[in-house]
């Protein structure tokens, strides 16, 4: 048996308990396991990037994400956690290049609902809408005021949907911390769109 | 936010979370060169002659030689673009899905209703409105149980790829033509062992040219089509005389399914094949949109890619036989497709709970003559 076959023959005992969430990058062949990785996981991060930076960056920021993991891949342990946590670690710290973009992002979100809250429309079946305006409106204001840290656990949890294991393996951080954090950060966005009812209970 | 109930501050939380930012996370932009990028630089690692280092943290692995690395890599990119991979294909797709259950139903559709910009094309003399359906139907052959019973025993269902082109004269009293095709069929379940199932055989109805003056491509059948009926959905009539106040479009619609039971099931069914008609006038559609986000129970399901590979919102509401979803584009609000996933206890006892059991997609154009297949 040459080592290629030993390999295959390895890889093949070991597949019942090795899956796509925790894929052997260091030892797969590049150009399968990233064509796979890239096919499984890069629609969704380029919505969670482009939530946060726009679509256009985030466009640049996906192609470079996967290159960055693909040079780093020795650096994932499959044992350690799932591939997502590493995968979004690697693309949260390549956006923090683009917090101003971000920041600039959740404030005109915050100006452009304002704008359509005093608007002319008084139709009553429109109350519904004016009322998720406003609390857009009060959530993007709050996104833009959250530390980086904050909305990085936010952001990872709500948009790109991780789990706080996934979010700790992400920004390197235990997930206990993570909790706390999470717990802290939703807490001042809910009292952010408290705001945003009691301005609707004055109209 | 009347559809939301009680205070809730966790879930407001996570709606307001779910929607903000949509259009741009939902953005369908090609990854296409990124992927390649990615893919001649994966291509060189594989062939260059040193391998990452490998993580201190690491505690297993088997790091390959170069030429044994290089001559996988050949191995496996044939591999991984073969028919083989098609699997692996699909349930990376379904892996690449956003998480959009937490959108509110209510605000998608009506900020698809908002987006709603498109106006239906003036057809001029001797033009004809081209409305073209492509559609996955299921074909049931089943055997009841007991005369009197409508739940079938033993049968067995194919899915089939249908095509129905249909052109409608400016003057509906005119002649319509529908061109049918029929292709792939698919064995979607069956109560006995699949190799027993007699293949599938297209339909007669399912293939051919139809004619017929207000539609009316069966003249024999005894339910007897009329010119100009304002109870016939595939007519422009029937949408002429619908009230557009959101209100009264529910009203109406409760009225219309009545002799159904106006279930709010019943109504979105309704609803949806409106909607997807081909001849709701662009007018209409911001409403009828609006009316549908009032129906108690729909909610956002996924991300779905129509038959003519669309991608949208489903929109559905299930009961225990059958979740019918409504698919919208978010980004321009129009309604590309629509589709029915078997419930908990599907019609055919022998369909998983789950399966499609059918997924349309509807284009409209204008067409310069009759059978004539407009340029995109």
């Not at chain 1, 925790?22 to 990037?49: I, M, S, V």
Request: glycine residues 8%; contains cysteine; negative net charge.
């Amino acid at each position: 048996m040459n080592r290629i076959e030993e390999r295959r023959a390895e890889q093949a005992q070991r597949a019942p308990d090795v899956d796509d969430t925790r894929p052997d990058l260091a030892n797969a062949d590049p150009t399968t396991a990233f064509a796979r990785l890239f096919d499984t996981h890069a629609r969704a991060l380029h919505g969670y990037l482009a939530g946060r930076v726009g679509v256009d960056i985030a466009d640049d920021l996906v192609a470079e994400t996967f290159l960055v993991a693909l040079r780093r891949r020795a650096s994932y342990d499959p044992e350690q956690a799932p591939i997502r946590g590493w995968l979004y670690g690697i693309a949260t710290n390549l956006a923090r290049n683009h917090i101003r973009t971000e920041i600039r992002g959740f404030r005109a979100s915050a100006r452009v609902h304002a704008l359509r809250d005093a608007g002319v429309e008084h139709d009553a079946q429109i109350v519904d809408r004016l009322d998720a305006q406003r609390t857009s409106r009060h959530l993007a204001d709050g996104l833009a005021s959250l530390t980086e840290q904050e909305r990085d656990v936010l952001l990872l949890t709500s948009w790109a949907g991780l789990e706080p294991t996934e979010v700790a393996a992400a920004l390197g951080v235990p997930a206990s911390t993570v909790r706390s954090r999470l717990h802290r950060v939703r807490h001042k966005l809910q009292a952010h769109l408290r705001t945003a009812q009691e301005e609707n209970r004055d109209d | 936010m009347t559809d939301r109930g009680d205070h809730n501050p966790d879930r407001e939380l996570d709606e307001a979370l779910a929607s903000l930012h949509l259009e741009a996370r939902m953005s369908n932009r090609s990854l296409d060169d990124a992927r390649e990028q990615l893919m001649r630089e994966a291509a060189a690692e594989g062939s260059s002659a040193s391998l990452p280092p490998k993580s201190p943290f690491r505690r297993r692995g088997l790091v390959v030689g170069v030429a044994a690395a290089a001559a996988a890599v050949v191995g496996a990119a044939v591999a991984f673009g073969g028919g083989t991979g098609a699997p692996a294909e699909q349930q990376a797709q379904q892996g690449a899905k956003r998480d959009v259950s937490l959108l509110s139903a209510s605000k998608v559709l009506n900020d698809a209703a908002d987006k709603i910009t498109a106006k239906d094309a003036e057809l001029k003399p001797g033009q004809f409105r081209f409305v073209e359906f492509k559609e996955q139907s299921s074909r049931s052959v089943a055997k009841l149980s007991e005369a009197g019973k409508n739940t079938p025993t033993t049968g067995y269902t194919y899915l089939v790829d249908i095509t129905r082109q249909r052109w409608i004269p400016v003057d509906p009293t005119q002649e319509w033509l529908e061109k049918r095709s029929s292709g792939d069929a698919k064995l979607l379940g069956s109560s006995q062992p699949a190799a027993e199932v007699p293949a599938y055989e297209p339909l007669p109805t399912d293939q051919g040219d139809l004619r017929g003056a207000c539609g009316d491509f069966f003249p024999k059948s005894q339910d007897k089509k009329v010119c100009g009926d304002p109870n016939d959905t595939e007519q422009p009539q029937f949408y002429a005389a619908l009230p557009h106040d959101p209100d009264a479009l529910v009203a109406w619609l409760k009225d219309f399914t009545a002799h159904r039971g106006s279930a709010p099931g019943t109504m979105f069914h309704f609803g949806i094949s409106m909607l997807d008609s081909g001849v709701m006038p662009a007018s209409l559609r911001g409403d009828f949109l609006r009316a549908l986000a009032k129906i108690d129970g729909v909610k956002v399901v996924e991300e779905a890619t129509t038959t003519d590979g669309r991608k949208g919102l489903a929109l559905g509401l299930e009961t225990e036989n059958e979740r019918r979803d409504l698919i919208v584009d978010p980004a321009t609000g129009d309604v590309i497709g629509e589709r029915s996933v078997a419930g908990p206890k599907p019609y055919d006892p022998w369909i998983k709970p789950g399966t499609v059991t059918s997924n349309i997609s509807v284009t409209t154009k204008v067409a310069d003559a009759i059978g004539q297949v407009p340029a995109n």
